[in-house]
């Protein structure tokens, strides 16, 4: 028997792209773009919960929360995942040139965003104490917040 041999050349594989050093966002940056996008998500409460707004007569409830209150929070949530998952910024962060991105440098999936945006921005909001938890990223390693940790995200800036 007598065996054929096939000879073949491998590819070479495609050179990695070059690695871009990140700045990552500090604390004072970040709270400007959030303070911005909490401005922002008052003016759309705003537009959106006019005709909620009683005229003179009592607001509706719902147990402890008004109807207004739960809108509205609704909408702060929203504006933050949607906002970061189409576009990886919010309006502050725009205007700031910082994004969100994962541990791995690629865009974050929605669980990512769940985690960091609804979980993480709940955690925070929860008692008047936990918003203080912000400062951790003045502190922390990558500059993350207690929300980053959780979704394993980073926020850095956008111009080199």
Known sequence: MSEEVIQYTVAPAPPEPPR???????????FWAYV???II????NGIILLPFIPNGGREFTI?????TGVIST???YLYFLLMTKFSSQTL???????KVIRKDGN??????LVF???????LHRVLVVTNLLYIVVGFAERKKGIHDMIADTRVIHTNK
Request: charged share 15%; glycine share 14%.
């Open 107 to 112: 865009l974050p999936s929605w669980s990512d």
């Open 41 to 44: 998500v008052g003016a759309i």
């Open 74 to 76: 609704i909408v702060l």
């Open 63 to 67: 147990g402890f929360w008004t109807l």
């Open 20 to 30: 871009v050093p990140v700045r990552y966002a500090g604390f004072w940056i970040r």
């Open 92 to 98: 502050g962060k725009m205007i700031f040139g910082i």
């Open 36 to 38: 911005t996008d909490l």
């Open 116 to 122: 960091r945006e609804i979980v993480g921005r709940f």
